[in-house]
Protein backbone atom coordinates (compact mmCIF):
# COMPACT_ATOMS: atom_id res chain seq x y z
CA UNK A 1 0.00 0.00 0.00
CA UNK A 2 1.03 3.31 -0.58
CA UNK A 3 2.07 5.73 1.84
CA UNK A 4 0.26 9.34 1.68
CA UNK A 5 2.60 12.17 1.46
CA UNK A 6 3.22 14.17 4.79
CA UNK A 7 1.15 17.53 4.32
CA UNK A 8 4.02 20.89 5.22
CA UNK A 9 2.70 22.64 8.21
CA UNK A 10 1.65 25.59 7.86
CA UNK A 11 3.63 28.43 7.38
CA UNK A 12 3.82 30.65 10.25
CA UNK A 13 3.71 34.40 9.68
CA UNK A 14 5.59 36.40 12.67
CA UNK A 15 3.75 39.93 11.59
CA UNK A 16 5.49 43.48 12.88
CA UNK A 17 4.92 44.86 16.27
CA UNK A 18 3.96 48.11 14.58
CA UNK A 19 1.51 48.68 11.17
CA UNK A 20 4.65 48.62 9.55
CA UNK A 21 8.15 45.90 9.27
CA UNK A 22 10.65 47.98 11.91
CA UNK A 23 12.80 48.72 8.29
CA UNK A 24 10.31 50.68 6.49
CA UNK A 25 9.08 52.76 9.63
CA UNK A 26 12.00 55.55 9.30
CA UNK A 27 10.57 56.21 5.23
CA UNK A 28 7.11 56.93 6.60
CA UNK A 29 7.55 59.35 9.84
CA UNK A 30 5.10 61.72 10.14
CA UNK A 31 2.67 60.10 7.75
CA UNK A 32 -0.53 58.51 8.47
CA UNK A 33 0.07 55.11 7.31
CA UNK A 34 -2.97 54.15 5.33
CA UNK A 35 -3.76 50.44 4.05
CA UNK A 36 -6.00 49.20 1.40
CA UNK A 37 -7.16 45.98 0.33
CA UNK A 38 -10.02 44.53 -1.66
CA UNK A 39 -11.38 40.27 -1.48
CA UNK A 40 -14.16 38.51 -3.90
CA UNK A 41 -16.37 35.80 -1.80
CA UNK A 42 -19.89 35.95 -2.47
CA UNK A 43 -19.61 39.56 -2.90
CA UNK A 44 -17.10 42.06 -3.34
CA UNK A 45 -15.20 43.60 -0.07
CA UNK A 46 -13.12 46.44 -0.02
CA UNK A 47 -11.38 47.97 3.25
CA UNK A 48 -9.59 50.73 4.60
CA UNK A 49 -6.70 50.69 7.36
CA UNK A 50 -5.68 53.67 9.11
CA UNK A 51 -3.05 54.49 11.76
CA UNK A 52 -2.13 58.07 12.41
CA UNK A 53 1.12 56.67 13.38
CA UNK A 54 3.08 53.43 13.59
CA UNK A 55 2.41 52.25 16.91
CA UNK A 56 -1.48 54.02 17.48
CA UNK A 57 -4.50 51.85 17.33
CA UNK A 58 -6.59 51.39 13.85
CA UNK A 59 -9.22 52.90 12.44
CA UNK A 60 -10.94 50.61 9.65
CA UNK A 61 -13.71 51.91 7.11
CA UNK A 62 -14.79 48.71 5.00
CA UNK A 63 -17.59 48.74 2.52
CA UNK A 64 -19.23 46.11 0.40
CA UNK A 65 -19.72 45.86 -3.76
CA UNK A 66 -20.63 43.57 -6.11
CA UNK A 67 -18.25 41.36 -7.38
CA UNK A 68 -15.69 42.57 -9.83
CA UNK A 69 -12.10 41.26 -11.39
CA UNK A 70 -9.13 41.35 -8.86
CA UNK A 71 -7.51 44.81 -9.78
CA UNK A 72 -10.51 46.65 -10.08
CA UNK A 73 -11.72 45.99 -6.37
CA UNK A 74 -8.43 46.72 -5.26
CA UNK A 75 -8.42 50.15 -7.49
CA UNK A 76 -11.46 50.68 -5.57
CA UNK A 77 -10.24 50.11 -2.41
CA UNK A 78 -7.40 52.39 -2.58
CA UNK A 79 -9.81 55.11 -3.73
CA UNK A 80 -11.59 54.34 -1.08
CA UNK A 81 -8.83 54.44 1.43
CA UNK A 82 -6.99 57.83 -0.03
CA UNK A 83 -11.49 59.63 0.33
CA UNK A 84 -12.03 58.54 4.08
CA UNK A 85 -8.12 59.37 4.81
CA UNK A 86 -9.19 62.99 2.94
CA UNK A 87 -12.22 63.09 5.36
CA UNK A 88 -10.55 61.45 8.45
CA UNK A 89 -6.98 63.20 8.55
CA UNK A 90 -7.58 66.47 6.41
CA UNK A 91 -4.08 67.90 5.73
CA UNK A 92 -2.30 65.05 7.25
CA UNK A 93 0.27 63.70 4.53
CA UNK A 94 -0.47 60.12 3.65
CA UNK A 95 1.50 57.10 2.96
CA UNK A 96 -0.66 54.08 1.14
CA UNK A 97 0.45 50.56 0.98
CA UNK A 98 -1.43 48.26 -1.24
CA UNK A 99 -0.37 44.58 -2.47
CA UNK A 100 -1.60 45.20 -5.57
CA UNK A 101 1.11 46.39 -7.69
CA UNK A 102 -1.42 47.15 -10.76
CA UNK A 103 -2.82 49.28 -8.68
CA UNK A 104 0.13 51.13 -7.18
CA UNK A 105 1.13 51.71 -10.92
CA UNK A 106 -1.54 53.20 -12.37
CA UNK A 107 -2.29 55.87 -8.98
CA UNK A 108 1.23 56.63 -9.38
CA UNK A 109 1.08 57.00 -13.09
CA UNK A 110 -1.86 59.03 -12.37
CA UNK A 111 -0.36 61.41 -9.58
CA UNK A 112 2.46 62.34 -12.02
CA UNK A 113 0.81 62.44 -15.78
CA UNK A 114 -2.84 63.67 -14.10
CA UNK A 115 -5.79 62.26 -14.63
CA UNK A 116 -6.62 63.56 -17.85
CA UNK A 117 -4.45 60.56 -19.40
CA UNK A 118 -6.44 57.89 -17.71
CA UNK A 119 -10.07 58.64 -18.17
CA UNK A 120 -11.66 55.46 -16.13
CA UNK A 121 -10.08 56.72 -13.19
CA UNK A 122 -10.78 60.50 -13.28
CA UNK A 123 -14.37 59.22 -13.18
CA UNK A 124 -13.82 56.93 -10.32
CA UNK A 125 -11.61 59.30 -8.38
CA UNK A 126 -13.37 60.84 -5.14
CA UNK A 127 -14.94 64.30 -5.18
CA UNK A 128 -12.33 65.37 -2.52
CA UNK A 129 -9.60 65.14 -4.94
CA UNK A 130 -7.44 62.76 -4.85
CA UNK A 131 -3.87 64.10 -4.20
CA UNK A 132 -4.68 67.63 -2.52
CA UNK A 133 -2.19 65.96 0.30
CA UNK A 134 1.29 65.25 0.15
CA UNK A 135 0.40 61.17 -0.66
CA UNK A 136 2.77 58.88 -1.27
CA UNK A 137 1.58 55.42 -3.04
CA UNK A 138 3.69 52.47 -2.17
CA UNK A 139 3.73 48.63 -2.93
CA UNK A 140 3.98 46.03 -0.19
CA UNK A 141 4.31 42.13 -0.31
CA UNK A 142 0.78 40.74 0.75
CA UNK A 143 0.74 37.94 2.88
CA UNK A 144 3.75 38.96 4.62
CA UNK A 145 4.43 40.30 7.91
CA UNK A 146 3.28 43.56 7.73
CA UNK A 147 0.38 43.72 10.28
CA UNK A 148 -1.47 46.99 8.64
CA UNK A 149 -1.46 45.13 5.31
CA UNK A 150 -2.57 41.97 7.20
CA UNK A 151 -5.24 43.52 9.02
CA UNK A 152 -6.83 45.15 5.85
CA UNK A 153 -6.51 41.46 4.24
CA UNK A 154 -8.67 40.13 7.32
CA UNK A 155 -11.32 43.36 7.45
CA UNK A 156 -11.79 43.02 3.52
CA UNK A 157 -12.45 39.41 4.00
CA UNK A 158 -14.68 39.98 6.29
CA UNK A 159 -16.82 42.42 4.52
CA UNK A 160 -16.81 40.36 1.28
CA UNK A 161 -18.69 37.43 2.96
Known amino acids: MARRKKKP ?13 TRLVADTAGRCLVFS ?6 QGGLAAVFYASDAAAPQVVTR ?3 AAGSNQLELHA ?17 ALF ?4 DTVDRLNRAKM ?5 DPELARLQPATGMFTVDTEIRWIPGHGSCRGNAE ?5 RQAAS
Open 152 to 156: ADRQA
Open 64 to 66: SVA
Open 98 to 101: SDNR
Open 78 to 94: ALLALEQAALLFPGMPL
Open 113 to 117: LGLAQ
Open 37 to 42: DASCLR
Open 9 to 21: PPRIIHLSPGALP
